[in-house]
Nanobody, 118 residues
């Protein structure tokens, strides 16, 4: 069982920056993919960014060039650096991890609120 704990959310003005952290309860060397999703009330959860075991990344078109996902394996932590934030980035952000094997298993954090408003 892997527990994921997000932190770093909050209120920021448009154009500002935040860095979200996702701390895992186990070594993330064992985790294949780590990702950030976000969800607005009444809408489906959407993928924001993913980082694969080898370090390659993918981003939603809406955040390309503004957000950067990274992982620090020795610290068992993944990050989402969010720059040039817009009001439409307001959402609850969730950390997600997948351990691939004969039976893939995935885990979710509890979410952290990000609000972009003046």
């Amino acid at each position: 069982q892997v527990q994921l704990v997000e932190s770093g959310g909050g209120l920021v003005q448009p154009g500002g920056s935040l860095r979200l952290s996702c701390a895992a309860s186990t070594s993330i060397f064992s985790i294949d993919d780590m990702a950030w999703y976000r969800q607005i009330p009444g809408k489906e959860r959407e993928l924001v960014a993913v980082i694969f075991r080898g370090g390659s990344t993918n981003y939603a078109d809406s955040v390309k060039g503004r957000f950067t996902i990274s992982r620090d394996n020795p610290k068992n932590t993944a990050y989402l650096q969010m720059n040039s934030l817009k009001p439409e980035d307001t959402a609850v952000y969730y950390c997600h991890a997948i351990i691939r094997g004969s039976v893939p298993v995935d885990y979710w954090g509890q979410g952290t609120q990000v609000t972009v408003s003046s």
